[in-house]
Structure formats: structure tokens, C-alpha cells
């Protein structure tokens, strides 16, 4: 997305961050994952303005307060 000739859409995900990206065997994205800390309480509206713009750009979008093990991800994103 950073990488877009369309400035509009490279804009918007300029300067963003996300805690973890799992791809696939052929490096696609199949979901950002997001670790919500306490820092995360005072930032609520902007991870759900995140978490749309993620969604509308076609990623699934994951949040947990405690690490994930392996069966828990394959079960929420699967």
C-alpha cells in the first residue's frame, strides 16, 4: 500500500504500524494482528479508524489483549 502510485492511498497508510503480519507461503497477507496493551485504552478511537481502513483495503484485522497461540489464530481466521 506504501509503495501505491496513487498518492491518496499511499497517504493513508503512511507512517501506520501494526504489531504483526501473518502471511502466507507466498508472502500474502492473510491478517494483521494487533496486540492491545493498557497504552490501547486511550487509544480506542483511533485503533477502530485503524482497524476500518485496514478492513476496507481487504485485510482481516485481529485484536487480543494476550499473545495468541497458534490454534486460537487458525481459529479466528480461518
Given amino acids: 500500500l506504501i509503495t501505491s502510485n496513487d498518492y491518496k492511498i499511499r497517504s493513508q497508510f503512511n507512517r501506520k504500524v501494526t504489531d504483526f503480519v501473518l502471511l502466507d507461503e ?42 495468541p497461540s497458534v490454534r486460537q489464530l487458525q481459529k479466528d481466521i480461518y
Fill in 26 to 67: 507466498n508472502m500474502e497477507v492473510i491478517a494483521i494482528i494487533e496486540l492491545d496493551d493498557p497504552t490501547h485504552l486511550e487509544k480506542v478511537e483511533e485503533d477502530r479508524l485503524r482497524d476500518q481502513m485496514l478492513i476496507e483495503a481487504g485485510y482481516i484485522v485481529r485484536r487480543y489483549t494476550n499473545i
